[in-house]
């Protein structure tokens, strides 16, 4: 299975985006789901996850501005960010797990501007 992120893009401060995550495989047969965020010059950092359709974790950063979610019909996770500030600036990468083993996408730059 390989998960490929997409949706960044450079918007303004207070602007919104939508990231995807499509995985090539069934999405259902992951436990769970998360993104994480790396900031340039920074360590990746863990932003939300989610586990069956309901369980989710976030940041206290993204916390109240951001939702995640997953449709397994599509085979696709989601990451929603309002109210983007300039700290939100990274690549975002998706990953999935179960039994132990991970799966990591590639990035997706997001890009906030003040």
């Known amino acids: 299975v390989q998960l490929q992120a997409y949706g960044g893009g450079s918007v303004q401060a207070g602007g919104s985006l939508r990231l995807s995550c499509a995985a090539s495989?069934?999405?259902?047969?992951?436990?769970?789901v998360a993104w994480y965020r790396q900031a340039p010059g920074k360590e990746r950092e863990f932003v939300a996850s989610?586990?069956?359709?309901?369980?989710?974790k976030y940041a206290t950063s993204v916390e109240g501005r951001s939702t995640i979610s997953r449709d397994n019909a599509k085979n696709t996770a989601y990451l929603r960010m309002n109210g983007l500030k300039p700290e939100d600036t990274g690549v975002y990468y998706c990953?999935?797990?179960?039994?132990?083993?991970?799966?990591w996408g590639q990035g997706t730059q997001v890009t906030v501007s003040s």
């Open positions: 990953a999935a797990g179960r039994r132990g083993d991970v799966w």
């Open positions: 495989g069934s999405m259902s047969s992951f436990n769970w």
């Open positions: 989610i586990a069956s359709l309901t369980s989710t």
